[in-house]
């Protein structure tokens, strides 16, 4: 089973909210990432994490704040978000690093009001 | 320049035409390449995976790498309405800056009509 979860499928949120995003994997990987995708864009890198750890955050603003709580799990927070943060936001994971086949979730497409 | 460069297309081609999707990279360190599918408003999905030169069949889709080139390829034979979709090159192995990510082409919008 290579399937990556991720809820909700759709997040509409005024700028002052405080909502997450949740993702899951049952494959045993233990590198998870979070990436943000625009219209006709490919996915940028947002966050990696290696064995629950935090290893790469791609200068991502404060206003996004992930979690890594263990293995299967990773969310994303999202505080205080702009218009502009409009986008679908993709959970993946990995064996182990990035040199592993990446498997990607449906992704939320958050809406900022 | 970008490190990944992608055709963005868009490719319309008759059903059962066999389709040439390409991409081309600066950073001779790639060791791992990547084809996913991207369905409108859905993640993306893999559909080939290569590790250094060479050919990879699975079905109908055949991977190409040429190191020597900086290129890769995606054929798709006997293409079919639902082939439709955006296929992202992907590349990683780099080391360095490039450790722990995957570096994507800008993604080929391909419409197959019946």
């Known amino acids: 089973d290579t399937e990556v979860t991720q809820t909700p499928k759709h997040l509409v949120m005024g700028m002052t909210n405080k909502k997450s995003l949740k993702c899951e994997q049952h494959?045993?990987?233990?590198?998870m990432y979070w990436y943000k995708q625009k219209a006709k864009k490919p996915p940028e890198l947002m966050f990696v994490?290696?064995?629950?750890?935090?290893?790469i955050n791609e200068s991502v603003p404060s206003r996004f704040s992930p979690e890594c709580p263990n293995s299967s799990l990773l969310n994303l927070h999202l505080h205080a978000l702009q218009p502009e943060d409009s986008a679908l936001y993709l959970c993946?994971?990995?064996?182990?690093?990035?040199?592993?086949?990446?498997?990607f979730g449906p992704g939320t497409r958050l809406t900022v009001l | 320049q970008k490190e990944v460069e992608q055709d963005p297309g868009p490719l319309s081609v008759p059903e059962g035409a066999i389709v040439s999707l390409n991409c081309t990279y600066s950073?001779?360190?790639?060791?791992?390449f990547m084809w996913y599918r991207q369905y409108s408003r859905k993640g993306p999905e893999l559909l080939m995976y290569?590790?250094?030169?060479g050919n990879k069949e699975d079905g109908r889709f055949t991977a190409q790498v040429d190191k020597s080139s900086k290129y890769i390829s995606l054929f798709i034979r006997d293409s079919q309405p639902s082939d439709s979709a955006t296929y992202l090159c992907?590349?990683?192995?780099?080391?360095?800056?490039?450790?722990?990510?995957?570096?994507f082409g800008q993604g080929t919008i391909l419409t197959v009509h019946p």
């Open positions: 993946a994971s990995s064996q182990s690093s990035a040199e592993d086949t990446q498997y």
């Open positions: 494959m045993g990987h233990r590198a």
């Open positions: 994490y290696s064995y629950e750890k935090l290893s």
């Open positions: 950073n001779s360190a790639f060791q791992y």
């Open positions: 290569t590790y250094s030169s």
């Open positions: 992907a590349m990683s192995g780099a080391g360095g800056t490039s450790y722990g990510k995957l570096t």
